[in-house]
């Protein structure tokens, strides 16, 4: 069996009573949408487009900084490198000189270079070595220097002093190595800042390529969020509109934006097919009436017939019959006229357009007087009926006119499917969920194949052929049963039968099982 509330839709009533309730139709109608912050997508993408330049222009300020850093530590390197060159140098001059007399003239040249470097680049220095050391450096150099000075003028007084000279190499020895160690420190901790540099430049892409995933990540969620999650929600609703659910779809974003306008445009969609299903359902329920007019044009033939013989018998005979014979004859006129006015005021009673009206019914009476209604139509295709009506079952609540519509429905395409000679079987009973009543319809007409099935409730769904089939009898009445807290499904099996069962709970239902059977739907 299928559940065919999910499948469904709601009736004619219900598309009113969403019509009234909300309307959406352009931005002035919607206060709600109006006060929704406004950010569309094309700030979205401004954004975005700021944030991937204004990351993309980090990544190339901090590249071209770091190379310039690079660069003047190069520098300085080289820089380094030619004092301590210079330092060693003056060195190996003044070993010259103690060993062979030589290059004392050059020593003092290479310690002049090196004290040129140093107060050129002072300042660096510092900043590399803490301002103790390098005031250590400048006093060793200026000490050497002085040194160098005083062994030239002695050799340039040509006086032969060998202790005095043996006194200065040793301090030219002690002030020198120190110089070279400390040149050599200076030399190795640039070498390090320089490969810790490196590192760093060489890391940059790793960094930046982790931060561009992150961020692609980010913004690829955030679209999903964005464009993905309203184009479902977009999708699930026009699924539901498809099944004739008219109410309209929720905010698909927080934000007033492009979606927005596809909200409020399918909204306003949704009420103009609102409003054509309720002409359409009126047109449903005039090619019923038709089809009722073609049965009771031929049930009023026979009371019309009779009162025209009674009539002409009466203006005939009247001379000749007895008082009692007229009265009878008049009697009978009077029932003949009942007849065909009860025929008529049945038809009256289904067309009357009114306000439902909801109220306790004995759902007995109820299927009764509708297959009163059709019985010209049964008359005239010569179906046989069966019903098997259960009494003193409890009432249930409901509007007469409604429910009418519902079981004449299901009689007329009952009548539809049946040949000449068919049956239809029609029963009221207790369901067997508790507290509810089930009525069945049931024909051995041609039966519906299983793969149209699912869709016999949906609005418009018809395999009849045109003008004859408007494809909404089944989808209204499944609304119908479904606001009286009720269910239909159906049973069938191609060229065999169908079986339509609606059930509606009695009076004395309990709320809480009335409530979960609406749940259901
Ligand atoms: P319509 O009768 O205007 O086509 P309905 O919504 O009442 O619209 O019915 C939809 C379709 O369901 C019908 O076209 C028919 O194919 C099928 N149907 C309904 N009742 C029966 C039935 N008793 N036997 C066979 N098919 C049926």
């Given at each position: 069996m299928i559940n065919l509330l999910e499948s469904g839709s709601n009736s004619i009533n219900n598309s009113k009573k969403t019509v009234s309730s909300k309307k959406c139709t352009l931005d002035s109608d919607c206060p709600d949408v109006l006060s929704r912050p406004r950010f569309s997508l094309r700030t979205h993408m401004l954004l975005m487009f700021i944030l991937l330049s204004s990351l993309s222009m980090a990544l190339v300020i901090g590249s071209v900084i770091a190379i310039n850093h690079i660069q003047k530590k190069l520098h300085f390197f080289q820089i380094t490198e030619k004092y301590l060159f210079d330092i060693a140098q003056a060195r190996r001059w003044e070993k010259n000189y103690f060993l062979y007399g030589t290059n004392l003239k050059d020593a003092v040249q290479s310690a002049n270079n090196a004290k040129n470097i140093l107060s050129d680049n002072l300042k660096n220095v510092t900043i590399i070595l803490s301002p103790e050391k390098t005031a250590t450096i400048v006093q060793h150099l200026d000490k050497y220097r002085e040194f160098l000075q005083e062994l030239s003028v002695l050799e340039k007084n040509g006086i032969e002093n060998t202790e005095k000279k043996h006194e200065i190499e040793t301090s030219l020895r002690k002030h020198g190595s120190e110089m070279v160690k400390v040149a050599a420190a200076l030399v190795l901790k640039e070498q390090i800042s320089m490969n810790t540099m490196l590192k760093l430049i060489q890391r940059i892409p790793v960094y930046s390529l982790a931060v561009v995933l992150l961020l692609t990540t980010f913004l690829v969620c955030f679209f999903v969020k964005r464009l993905i999650k309203p184009l479902k929600l977009l999708v699930e609703s026009t699924q539901k509109i498809a099944k004739g659910d008219f109410s309209p779809i929720p905010p698909m974003c927080k934000y007033r934006g492009e979606f927005t306008t596809v909200e409020l445009a399918i909204n306003h969609m949704i009420q103009e097919l609102q409003l054509r299903e309720v002409a359409m359902v009126e047109s449903h329920k005039l090619r019923a009436i038709g089809t009722l007019t073609a049965g009771i044009a031929h049930e009023l033939n026979n009371p019309l017939n009779n009162i025209m013989l009674t009539a002409h018998a009466i203006l005939e005979e009247h001379n000749d019959l007895s008082e009692d014979e007229l009265l009878e004859m008049i009697n009978d006129l009077i029932n003949e006229a009942d007849r065909s006015r009860k025929i008529i005021r049945n038809l009256l009673d289904f067309a009357r357009e009114g306000e439902s009206a909801s109220g306790p019914l004995d759902l007995g009476v109820l299927v009764n007087e509708t297959i009163k209604l059709a019985q010209n139509q049964i008359k005239v295709s010569g179906?046989?009926?069966?019903?098997?009506?259960?009494?003193?079952?409890?009432?249930?609540?409901?509007?007469?006119?409604?429910?009418?519509?519902?079981?004449?429905?299901?009689?007329?395409?009952?009548?539809?499917?049946?040949?000449?000679?068919?049956?239809?079987?029609?029963s009221l009973e207790q369901a067997e969920t508790p507290g509810?009543?089930?009525?069945?319809?049931?024909?051995?007409?041609?039966?519906?194949?299983?793969?149209?099935?699912?869709?016999?409730?949906?609005?418009?769904?018809?395999?009849?052929?045109?003008?004859?089939?408007?494809?909404?009898?089944?989808?209204?009445?499944?609304?119908?049963?479904?606001?009286?807290?009720?269910?239909?499904?159906?049973?069938?099996?191609?060229g065999k039968y169908s079986r339509f069962t609606v059930i509606l709970p009695s009076l004395n239902v309990p709320a809480d099982l009335k409530a979960k059977s609406e749940r259901r739907n």
């Amino acid at each position: 069996m299928i559940n065919l509330l999910e499948s469904g839709s709601n009736s004619i009533n219900n598309s009113k009573k969403t019509v009234s309730s909300k309307k959406c139709t352009l931005d002035s109608d919607c206060p709600d949408v109006l006060s929704r912050p406004r950010f569309s997508l094309r700030t979205h993408m401004l954004l975005m487009f700021i944030l991937l330049s204004s990351l993309s222009m980090a990544l190339v300020i901090g590249s071209v900084i770091a190379i310039n850093h690079i660069q003047k530590k190069l520098h300085f390197f080289q820089i380094t490198e030619k004092y301590l060159f210079d330092i060693a140098q003056a060195r190996r001059w003044e070993k010259n000189y103690f060993l062979y007399g030589t290059n004392l003239k050059d020593a003092v040249q290479s310690a002049n270079n090196a004290k040129n470097i140093l107060s050129d680049n002072l300042k660096n220095v510092t900043i590399i070595l803490s301002p103790e050391k390098t005031a250590t450096i400048v006093q060793h150099l200026d000490k050497y220097r002085e040194f160098l000075q005083e062994l030239s003028v002695l050799e340039k007084n040509g006086i032969e002093n060998t202790e005095k000279k043996h006194e200065i190499e040793t301090s030219l020895r002690k002030h020198g190595s120190e110089m070279v160690k400390v040149a050599a420190a200076l030399v190795l901790k640039e070498q390090i800042s320089m490969n810790t540099m490196l590192k760093l430049i060489q890391r940059i892409p790793v960094y930046s390529l982790a931060v561009v995933l992150l961020l692609t990540t980010f913004l690829v969620c955030f679209f999903v969020k964005r464009l993905i999650k309203p184009l479902k929600l977009l999708v699930e609703s026009t699924q539901k509109i498809a099944k004739g659910d008219f109410s309209p779809i929720p905010p698909m974003c927080k934000y007033r934006g492009e979606f927005t306008t596809v909200e409020l445009a399918i909204n306003h969609m949704i009420q103009e097919l609102q409003l054509r299903e309720v002409a359409m359902v009126e047109s449903h329920k005039l090619r019923a009436i038709g089809t009722l007019t073609a049965g009771i044009a031929h049930e009023l033939n026979n009371p019309l017939n009779n009162i025209m013989l009674t009539a002409h018998a009466i203006l005939e005979e009247h001379n000749d019959l007895s008082e009692d014979e007229l009265l009878e004859m008049i009697n009978d006129l009077i029932n003949e006229a009942d007849r065909s006015r009860k025929i008529i005021r049945n038809l009256l009673d289904f067309a009357r357009e009114g306000e439902s009206a909801s109220g306790p019914l004995d759902l007995g009476v109820l299927v009764n007087e509708t297959i009163k209604l059709a019985q010209n139509q049964i008359k005239v295709s010569g179906t046989k009926i069966e019903t098997q009506i259960q009494t003193h079952l409890p009432q249930i609540r409901g509007d007469k006119q409604q429910l009418k519509q519902v079981f004449l429905n299901l009689i007329l395409n009952a009548l539809d499917a049946v040949k000449k000679d068919g049956t239809i079987k029609i029963s009221l009973e207790q369901a067997e969920t508790p507290g509810f009543l089930s009525v069945k319809v049931e024909d051995n007409g041609c039966g519906i194949p299983a793969y149209i099935l699912p869709n016999i409730f949906d609005p418009f769904f018809t395999t009849k052929g045109p003008g004859k089939g408007t494809g909404l009898g089944l989808s209204v009445s499944h609304g119908i049963v479904n606001i009286h807290g009720g269910q239909i499904s159906i049973e069938s099996k191609e060229g065999k039968y169908s079986r339509f069962t609606v059930i509606l709970p009695s009076l004395n239902v309990p709320a809480d099982l009335k409530a979960k059977s609406e749940r259901r739907n």
